[in-house]
């Protein structure tokens, strides 16, 4: 009987394509010139030893909410973007780390109540000159649902890369009206809130354009992250990415919420209620839409029950479950051609495991899965107050920054997986073995083209412009 569970110890597992993606390496750093992503990932993920009172994943997600004196400083400044997309009109912040203010210094003195703590807005000036030619790497996060750059388990990732020693640049894209900022136009955010994203990386290659850019996600935020990567495709500038306890699929992970009194009355209950919250806040421009009953919206209690009075209506969705599917990142992950480190523990009562796209992940080359039998949503706690998943995710960040030939990486033909390769109607197709039609027939010839013809979409959206 295995009673490791007993000492804290749990098991991982490694889930990815057998032809996982090859990185080829500086030549300074191994005595290979290069190394399989599977192999890389497995690598430097060190062992899973959590806190053995922390039994299972209720208890580790419970400790997240109870374990109050934590606290890892870190510093940001706040720049506040207009949206260039008119589709998705209003503004958003994002906060930048920054060194801790001088002990003399006014900021630290007279924090800003209308922000987060260690956080200020930029200077006119400071802002003038946000722009450099350095080459240090540039971590991009996105929080969960209704969280923001003050969030501990985005700094528990943060803090060790931020140092002089870490070497990193880092900031937070916060989701619209989170983190104390404000929203200007009469919607929030959503699960597939991907433009926010697209538009800071789009400024960061401009003003830092010799910094490789790299980026994480959590829970929700990882969700975003990975349709972010799914969208753009071979065409994404980021280097690589970690998404730390993904949903994957939404409508899977909320119908498993309703199923239990935990996940009902507990989870999604304190999840509806501060997305209630979070409305409360931006209830003067969230009601000049005319498509939401603010009644409804009030009177909910489950995130699934605010998902359908607010989000449904706010975007154009008939029912929370169309919402859902439509903005799942378990098919997206499919068209993500950059490397990818996923960390999901198997006992997650939120991002439940049925929803994890493990076979979706065997058929991309750029993705490694890290499941681990236990550890919880967003926890992972060890015995001295840490947590688990920010060392792999930090080991995958600086070794990949550190060793992996970006140059000779960029020049290197994308891998596209098996089932994405387009035939050409014009080369032959040996279909014989399995329809017994011959190639010459004039039905093998129309049976070739319409093979050549399907192609599976995974970014294709239910949801898109009406004249399209």
Request: proline share 7%; aromatic share 8%; net charge negative.
């Amino acid at each position: 009987m295995d009673i490791s569970w007993l000492l804290g110890r749990a098991r991982t597992s490694f889930h990815h394509a057998t032809n996982s993606v090859s990185l080829p390496l500086l030549p300074s750093s191994q005595a290979s010139t290069s190394q399989t992503l599977s192999e890389l990932c497995e690598s430097i993920t060190p062992p899973c030893n959590l806190n053995p009172l922390l039994f299972n994943g209720h208890l580790q997600t419970a400790w997240t909410a109870l374990r109050t004196g934590d606290d890892i400083p870190i510093h940001y400044k706040r720049k506040l973007f207009t949206a260039e997309d008119s589709t998705y009109a209003g503004t958003f912040a994002v906060d930048f780390v920054v060194p801790a203010p001088s002990s003399s210094s006014s900021s630290k003195s007279t924090p800003d109540p209308t922000l987060p703590p260690r956080t200020s807005y930029f200077t006119p000036l400071e802002l003038s000159s946000l722009s450099s030619d350095d080459t240090r790497p540039m971590l991009v996060s996105l929080h969960g649902l209704s969280g923001g750059s003050h969030e501990i388990y985005l700094r528990h990732v943060l803090a060790p890369l931020v140092t002089e020693e870490g070497g990193w640049e880092a900031c937070v894209v916060n989701s619209r009206g989170c983190a104390m900022s404000k929203i200007t136009t009469p919607v929030l955010y959503n699960a597939r809130a991907t433009w926010d994203m697209r538009q800071t990386v789009r400024w960061l290659r401009e003003a830092y354009p010799n910094r490789p850019l790299f980026a994480i996600g959590y829970s929700l935020g990882a969700n975003i992250l990975v349709n972010y990567l799914g969208e753009e495709g071979p065409q994404c500038v980021l280097k690589a990415a970690v998404v730390c306890s993904n949903p994957w699929n939404l409508e899977v992970s909320s119908l498993a919420l309703q199923r239990t009194w935990l996940g009902l009355e507990v989870y999604s209950k304190t999840m509806g209620t501060s997305m209630k919250r979070l409305f409360e806040n931006h209830i003067e421009a969230v009601s000049k839409n005319p498509r939401v009953d603010i009644a409804k919206v009030m009177g909910i209690k489950y995130l699934h029950e605010f998902d359908r009075a607010l989000q449904g209506p706010t975007w154009g969705y008939p029912t929370e479950g169309a919402y859902y599917r439509d903005a799942s990142s378990s098919d997206s992950v499919l068209n993500v051609r950059i490397p990818l480190f996923a960390i999901h523990a198997i006992d997650d009562p939120i991002a439940v495991d049925e929803g994890v796209p493990y076979e979706e992940i065997k058929q991309n080359p750029y993705t490694v899965l890290c499941a681990t039998s236990t550890g919880g949503h967003l926890s992972w706690f060890e015995p001295g107050g840490g947590r688990w998943f920010a060392r792999p995710a930090v080991n995958f960040l600086n070794t990949l920054a550190k060793t992996v030939d970006w140059e000779a990486m960029s020049r290197a033909e994308i891998v596209e997986p098996e089932w994405a390769v387009r035939y050409d109607m014009n080369t032959d197709i040996e279909i014989n073995s399995e329809t017994g039609v011959d190639n010459a027939d004039n039905d093998g010839v129309a049976m070739k083209k319409g093979l050549a013809r399907r192609r599976f979409s995974p970014m294709r959206r239910k949801l898109h412009d009406a004249d399209e």
